[in-house]
């Protein structure tokens, strides 16, 4: 069974950057779409950026458009997100998601698989 790692959280001043990392444990990696999502306090969980296992399409909340880039490696059963230009409204528990279809993680509705989160602080 896949099991996904995050790490890379922090704190950040606004307008700095992180990189987050899932590793993903099991050899199906390659077949599965990745996702990251968010928490913060309060709130719902929110989508944020998905990668497709067929051909690397990409999508993106449109609030981290141009900011934030998702991208994965095969061969080390990993996904980044390369997050810029942080805001404070960007403070969230970042959650890393897999699943086989793309759409499941484009809704956020059950998804199969979740990492425990990593968080992100960002300040004035």
Known sequence: QTQLVESGGGSVQAGGSLRLSCAASG???RYYSMGWFRQSPGKEREFVAVISWSDDSTYYRDSVKGRF???????????????NNLEPEDTAVYYC?????????????????????????VSE
Do not use: C, H, P
């Open 27 to 29: 050899r199906m990696f």
């Open 69 to 83: 880039t998702i991208s994965r490696d095969n061969a080390k059963s990993t996904v980044y997100l390369q997050m």
């Open 97 to 121: 998601a897999a699943d086989r279809y793309t759409v499941a993680l484009k809704s956020g509705g059950n998804v199969e698989v979740w990492g425990q989160g990593t968080q992100v602080t």
